[in-house]
């Protein structure tokens, strides 16, 4: 096979015609590379988006449990209540009195097991995010804003109160 001798001009149109394929082979590239990176782009936003729903789901879920744990808690304060009543009355019936005593250490348990605590109040310092105050004295033996008596105990389920301390403070 013999190749052809190309003149000047001939080597001109080759060459240009050459530059013309590499130029549009490049720009073919930079239009690939463009649309990989758009893609890449989105494929990141849409991983983002979908961690952020991810998250998002799990705090919904976990707001849920807590509010579902302090409606169910609350509902049994008023057992707890009559509870802790019964166990401050005087009874001669000491099997009785055992009994009540067991069952308001069953419930304490389960109020703990639950994440749920007692608010403190008596020899505390007023908090109006944690207690009621409904009675006032005056007393110098007492300090300033303590509690001295609770009327109602307080509860909360970690850090929000499901109920405050009904409470009585001195000075």
């Known amino acids: 096979m013999k190749r052809k001798k190309l003149n000047a001009e001939e080597m001109e149109e080759v060459a240009e015609a050459i530059a013309e394929e590499v130029v549009e082979e490049i720009e073919h ?21 979908y961690e952020n729903f991810r998250k998002r789901s799990q705090k ?14 609350a509902k049994f304060l008023p057992v707890y209540d009559n509870l802790e009543r019964a166990v401050l009355t005087v009874t001669e019936d000491e099997a009785f009195f055992k009994g009540v005593e067991m069952t308001m250490a069953q419930l304490i348990e389960v109020f703990e097991s639950l994440g749920i605590s007692k608010i403190p109040a008596v020899g505390e310092t007023f908090n ?19 509690i001295v008596e609770q009327f109602l105990t307080g509860f909360m389920l970690g850090d929000r109160v499901l109920r405050h301390s009904v409470v009585k403070v001195a000075n």
């Open 29 to 49: 590239a930079a239009e690939t590379e463009d649309a990989l990176a758009a893609e890449k782009d989105r494929y990141f936003r849409l991983a983002a988006e």
């Open 60 to 73: 919904e879920r976990e707001d849920l449990q807590d509010f579902i744990r302090a409606d169910v808690a």
């Open 128 to 146: 109006p995010e944690l207690h009621n105050a409904v009675l006032h004295i005056e007393d110098e033996q007492y300090g300033e804003s303590e």
